[in-house]
């Protein structure tokens, strides 16, 4: 009995849970709330503002890395329970690539794979290249001043994203509303569900006429290939649907990524005389620009230990659900020195801005290369660029879950 006792009295207390609200939050300031939770320790507990209960959040770089490339914990677990969440809506569709665990994971995913190559990315950028040239040509034919936002930022992401799924150029911008609301807080469980409805049934229209047209077999985009999978047995059609739609909302992280980049361009002199003055180093500057940039609220979508598992010397038991943030990650100082200073001289091929482990961004050749050509082009074409307001009028997204720009007004 005595040595029952010693170890129920040896066993540590759980860290309080903390409720993280939806806040307002300014241009590219880092999430305090999380900044709050990463002093508090590698592994402490979250109440998000939908969902129920409560759910762990590893903020550490080697536990963020642990737990994304550790199959005891399942995304499959986490889609058929409500746990915490940042979003209103939640349901998801059978078959998606997000919530599958090895080996449905690797095989959702191959099934669009050639869409992503390094060769196919080289393939798309002359054209990709072709179509950011009509909108800067556009801007600057009507002149100064413009929202960069309005005239290229939104509309090229939105342009190559449809160029690689094989979206008709007539059916863009209806498909863009519709990814615009999914991701946004704001309007609520209804007009999410709705977007979804309707992005997801226009999806599965084409992914049909795509399996029952044959001759769409040698094409390369992400609809023909899901199509053709389809027809060869290797997907169910509800599956190629669910892999299809958050590749087509893809687009609007780009347009938010590039938006905060080219934030902090026109607002630090500093970084916009490095960008201008030496564009061989852009790669790689750009490289810490993403580990910088506040990608998202909160969040994103949790996993499920499937047994006891001790992490940073705290036991995560079987059927807690589990978060990591790979904002925080990116913000470890024990990988990153001084980790909340840009520093584009500084090695950061190892940040996450992109994701770790299977869940790997699919899109993440696709993103650097817009980026880049979005950086060169305009810095190229637009050697004074500047902003047309004060900073602090610049408006940035707010109950969304991917952070950003509303508008970016600029001069030249």
């Known amino acids: ?37 990463m002093r508090e320790g590698p592994l402490t507990r979250i109440r998000l503002p939908h969902g129920e209960g409560w759910a762990w959040l590893a903020t550490r770089y080697d536990d963020v890395k642990m737990i994304t490339n550790d199959p005891r914990f399942s995304r499959k677990e986490a889609s058929v329970r409500q746990v915490t969440r940042l979003a209103p809506h939640f349901a998801p569709r059978p078959g998606a690539l997000a919530w599958a665990d090895q080996p449905d994971h690797n095989r959702l995913r191959r099934a669009v794979a050639n869409a992503y190559t390094v060769s196919a990315v080289k393939r798309l950028r ?17 002149g ?9 930022l939104e509309p090229f992401p939105i342009n190559v994203v449809c160029e690689v799924m094989g979206v008709p150029a007539d059916e863009r911008q209806k498909l863009h509303d519709w990814t615009r609301e999914i ?68 687009g609007e992280a780009v347009t938010n990524n590039s938006g905060q980049m080219f934030y902090l361009l026109l ?20 490289e810490e620009l993403l580990r910088y940039i506040p990608h998202r609220a ?10 006891d598992v001790d992490i940073s010397g705290i036991r995560v038991s079987a059927g807690d659900p589990v978060y990591v943030s790979y904002l925080a990650a990116n913000r470890d100082p ?50 004074d660029l500047r902003l047309a307001v004060p900073a602090d009028e610049v408006p940035f997204r707010q109950r969304t879950m991917i952070r950003g720009p509303v508008a970016l007004p600029v001069t030249w």
């Open 1 to 37: 009995m005595a040595e029952e006792t010693i170890s129920v009295l040896a066993e540590p207390p759980l860290p309080p849970v903390r409720d993280w609200p939806a806040g307002e939050l300014r241009g590219t300031e880092f999430e305090p709330v999380l900044a709050e939770l």
């Open 126 to 142: 002359p054209r990709a290249q072709e179509m950011l040239d009509v909108l800067v040509d556009g801007m600057l034919r009507d």
């Open 144 to 152: 100064p001043p413009a929202d960069l936002i309005e005239r290229v």
């Open 183 to 250: 991701i946004s807080t704001a309007g609520g469980a209804e007009a999410s569900e709705q977007a979804k409805k309707g992005l997801f049934g226009w999806i599965g229209e084409a992914i049909r006429d795509r399996r029952d047209n044959e001759s769409d077999g040698d094409s390369e985009d992400v609809l023909s290939l899901l199509g053709a999978a389809v027809r060869q047995g290797e997907l169910g059609m509800e599956e190629a649907i669910s892999v299809s739609g958050p590749l087509q909302i893809g």
């Open 267 to 286: 607002t630090r002199p500093d970084l916009m005389e490095r960008f201008r003055s030496d564009p061989a180093s852009r790669p790689a500057a750009i």
């Open 298 to 307: 909160a969040v994103g979508l949790p996993r499920i230990a499937t047994e």
């Open 334 to 383: 024990d990988v990153f020195p001084d980790p909340d200073r840009i520093d584009l001289d500084r090695d950061t091929g190892a940040h996450m801005a992109f994701g770790n482990g299977p869940h790997f961004c699919t899109g993440a050749v696709f993103s650097r290369m817009q980026i880049e050509l979005l950086i060169d082009t305009l810095l190229t074409r637009l050697p």
